[in-house]
């Protein structure tokens, strides 16, 4: 059998208790053996400078090498305001740099987005779906994620406990997986 497929997973938050961060490390878990998530969040990537480029810091060039080396790339994110996080922003613009050489290319994307609200997050996904095609692989359609209600879906060590949510991971991941083996063949 071949190796799994290594998809790094970007979590859209910092929180410790970051919702995203458990619904990121579920899919860990649910992940079918084709596939082996990566869950990294954008903690201690600096903010995009452009005049930095020349000699760029070393925490830029470990998360781009990371998306580089990476078989594919995952979206896990809250939304903020009607859009993404900028922490998730910053690290979306690290890794696109230098220009023509985004990291992305040629990774096959997926974007999950969450909210313990009703709306799921779904202006993130479009966010999202409105940043990437430039500068990322193909990102996978359907089924859309948007996943609302998550405040209860975890328990205090950050198990999931929902059934329902549960399936709709499962069938996400599932789908990922289908989608990252054709991209790849
Ligand atoms: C600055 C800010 C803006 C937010 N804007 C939205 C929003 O537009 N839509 C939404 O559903 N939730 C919004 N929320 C609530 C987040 O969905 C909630 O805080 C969530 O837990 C954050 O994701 P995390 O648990 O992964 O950290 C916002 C929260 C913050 C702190």
Redesign the pocket.
Known sequence: MSSPHHIVVI?????K?????KVANALAKLAPSSLKLEVVTPHGISFFNQDLEANPPADWLAFREKIQKSDGVLFV???????I?GVLKNAIDVASRPYGKSSFIGKPTGIVS????P???V??AKALQHILPGISGTIMGQPETYLNA??DAFDEKGNLIKESLQKVLQQYIDAFAVFVGKQSA
């Open positions: 979590v859209g938050s910092l929180r208790e970051s919702f995203s961060l994110t809250p939304e903020y305001n009607r859009a996080p969450n909210s313990p609200g709306l799921g997050g202006n993130a998550v405040g």
